[in-house]
């Protein structure tokens, strides 16, 4: 059974934020808005504030935002099926269930069951364990007097043995007789079914790593390590298979006890191993995960930046360690992350450090011996060189290739500073290393147009060419802002004034609309399955209710929403220089860019009510929309100059690219006239 959609609409119909929140957290009343000390984090002076109006709260010192659903997911660790029972508990309304489609129903049913064979596994484990104990066997002398973990971090972390006995000590016969689905068993990775039909257990001489659902704490999969000496053809690490409720690259080991810890340090430690977690844990240090040995992804990249920006990574001194922590960083600067690298002694690894050393002085090792990833990899990519040029001249690329993926407009000056600085390190001129990393930024923007050809200059054009290249370079350097920013404007100004008259018996949402359609959003986005749900809505009742946005069923459109709703306005220098009359609030230092996170200990530089809407709406409508056509034209631009990278078919060919090239610079210089802002290119 589901919650009926009457009464997911009804409780979030009666959803008082400040009711909800406050039943939690302290709250007191600043302006329209209410504040309080950020849960999610330390702090002495509050900057977590409350928009009972836009139904809403923000951090500003911790950057965490949401809804009273999202607040309750992340504050009381409940789901959010049980964030709405919370809900309906607290406002007296009556739940009603209704059957799911049969296509809901097999994926639940399919979900369900796996949680409950591993939760019946994981208690069989358990349980054999505690026996192992009792005879001090080799799998309690691994956990508990190699490692040193105690008998309450043993009960935590939900750890287990499976002995290598036969009959009826097997995993399969137990699941058997509780009359569980054999094809359900197998999908596990618990148990398999062998060419000749008989099943056997995965895990027999192991011992097990239950691996939790980071919101829930429900046992997803499993890690078995082989205890003993074996034989060199069995792994010495098993892991449950992909199934509907595992996926390895977004799973990151010990998140579910580490989200606040994480959100309150606002830095995640990131270590290799299960026991690496448990132990660092075990010693108080409890802001830390794994990612289980693999290189990081995507996927896991984006769960941390939910709780941090901040990643620090340990591992072990050898060469193989340094090697291993450097794979997939590159991806973490490009999603935004601020990435330390700690390297332990030779011979250490995070559990056994911190049990020889204790958590002082591993905390003190970690602060003293952090260095910036871009310039560790530097300096071990030069000492690997050595007088070798040939791998002296590969260090430099790949130095250039890593800077290049920097891209935020917020670490435009951090990326100088790593130029900079690597220049040196790599023993070459600093210019020289800039066209580098442009020349490998250019490539990168070639890629997102299917590698286009290598470029070829039309005859008799080298002016236009010349103008044509210093605008690639401007691009790459400075962009205007980022195009998933400014869509995300528009639809915030949608779920703002979107009902608000315009001109000619048109609301604000009309106009957009209008806008949209001569410059759509990127398909196949979320900013665009927004948009398009947006558009139907309008279609269906002539009016938007950002209430449908704000507690969507989606968790990814919700998540979404609240960001965009305590997004601060991005407005350039020259808008403060040109419109000191303007009606938006600011922030008392105009020159910092809104959209760089507050240090810690700027709470006191907030102003009064960091959630107040713009006075007039009509010129933030206005200049929202002339920012977004900005960024869409530049797109356009840069789409026509890679037009001309192409063998063209003849001069006419050509001349009509720098036609529309002219054309689009006339338009962009026009709309920022319009706007009367400075535009950085």
């Not at 830390?288 to 941390?304: A, R």
């Not at 990519?381 to 040029?389: E, F, H, S, V, Y």
């Not at 869509?487 to 100004?493: H, N, S, V, Y």
């Amino acid at each position: 059974m589901i919650l009926s959609h009457k009464t997911v609409q009804e409780i979030k119909s009666k959803i008082d934020i400040i009711d909800v929140l406050g039943a939690l957290m302290p709250l007191k009343r600043r302006g329209k808005n209410f504040i309080g000390l950020c849960p999610f984090h330390n702090e002495k002076t509050p900057s977590f504030y409350v928009s009972p109006h836009k139904e809403i709260y923000k951090c500003f010192g911790c950057s965490k935002s949401g809804n009273a659903i999202t607040f309750l997911m992340e504050h009381e660790k409940l789901s959010y099926i049980e964030s709405l029972k919370w809900l309906a508990n607290r406002y007296h309304i009556e739940i009603i269930e209704v059957e799911p489609t049969d296509e809901e129903r097999q994926i639940s049913l399919i979900s369900d069951s796996l949680v409950i064979v591993n939760q019946f596994a994981s208690n069989f484990y358990q349980e054999h364990l505690q026996k192992n104990q009792e005879i001090n066997g080799v799998a309690w002398q691994y956990l508990h007097e190699q490692r040193g973990f105690t008998a309450d971090t043993i009960s935590k972390f939900l750890l287990g043995f499976h002995p290598n006995e036969r009959g009826d000590l097997s995993l399969h016969e137990k699941l058997w007789q509780q009359q569980f689905n054999k094809d359900i068993s197998c999908k596990t990775g618990l148990v398999k079914k062998s060419d000749n039909g008989y099943y056997y257990d995965v895990y027999t001489g192991r011992v097990i790593f239950p691996i939790q659902h980071h919101l829930n704490g429900k046992i997803i999969g499993f890690g078995a390590r082989v205890i003993g000496t074996p034989d060199k053809s069995i792994s010495k690490y098993l892991n449950t298979p992909e199934n509907e409720i595992f996926s390895k690259r977004e799973i990151l080991y010990g998140l579910y006890f580490a989200k606040q810890p994480i959100s309150q340090a606002n830095e995640c430690l990131l270590v290799e191993g299960y026991t690496d977690v448990i132990g660092l844990h075990q010693s108080g240090i409890t802001n830390v995960v794994s990612s289980s040995g693999t290189s990081l992804t995507k996927e896991q990249l984006k769960l941390i930046l939910k709780y941090s920006d901040n990643l620090t990574i340990l591992y072990d001194g050898d060469d193989a360690g340094i090697k291993a922590a450097l794979r997939g960083l590159d991806l973490a600067l490009a999603e935004g992350l601020h990435v330390k690298l700690v390297l332990l002694p030779e011979g250490e690894d995070p559990d056994s450090f911190v049990r020889k050393k204790g958590k002082e002085e591993m905390v003190a090792y970690i602060q003293t011996h952090k260095k910036d990833f871009i310039f560790f990899q530097a300096e071990f990519l030069m000492k690997q060189a050595g007088d070798d040029i040939i791998k002296k001249n590969e260090a430099v690329n790949i130095m250039a290739q890593t800077i290049s993926g920097i891209h935020q407009i917020e670490k435009l000056f951090l990326k100088q500073e790593y130029i900079r600085k690597c220049a040196t390190l790599l023993n070459m001129p600093e210019q020289g290393f800039i066209e580098l990393v442009n020349t490998y930024a250019k490539k990168n923007i070639k890629a997102t147009y299917n590698n286009y050809p290598k470029t070829i200059t039309p005859p008799d054009t080298s002016e236009k060419n010349e103008q044509l290249e210093d605008d690639t370079d401007s691009l790459i350097i400075a962009p205007v802002a980022d195009k998933q920013y400014q869509e995300r404007q528009l639809i915030k100004i949608i779920l703002l004034y979107g009902n608000e008259p315009w001109v000619d018996n048109q609301i604000v949402v009309d106009h957009i609309l209008l806008v949209i359609i001569e410059f759509p959003f990127v398909e196949n986005s979320i900013n665009y399955r927004i948009i398009e749900a947006i558009k139907a809505e309008y279609d269906n009742y002539q009016s938007i209710n950002s209430k449908n946005y704000i507690y969507h069923d989606d968790l990814a459109i919700r998540t979404l929403i609240a960001e965009i709703l305590t997004e601060p306005y991005q407005l350039s220098q020259g808008w403060f220089e040109n419109k000191k009359t303007s009606s938006f609030k600011s922030t008392n230092n105009k020159n910092q860019p809104s959209n760089l996170k507050m240090q810690s200990g700027d709470e006191d530089s907030l102003p009064d009510d960091p959630l107040q809407d713009v006075q007039d709406y009509r010129i933030e409508v206005s200049n929202s929309l002339c920012y977004y056509k900005i960024t869409k034209i530049k797109e356009m631009i840069e789409a026509n100059r890679l037009q001309l990278q192409k063998p063209l078919n003849s001069e006419d060919d050509i001349a009509l690219c720098f036609q529309i090239h002219l054309g689009l610079k006339e338009r962009e210089i026009q709309i920022a006239k319009e706007l009367g802002t400075v535009i950085i290119k």
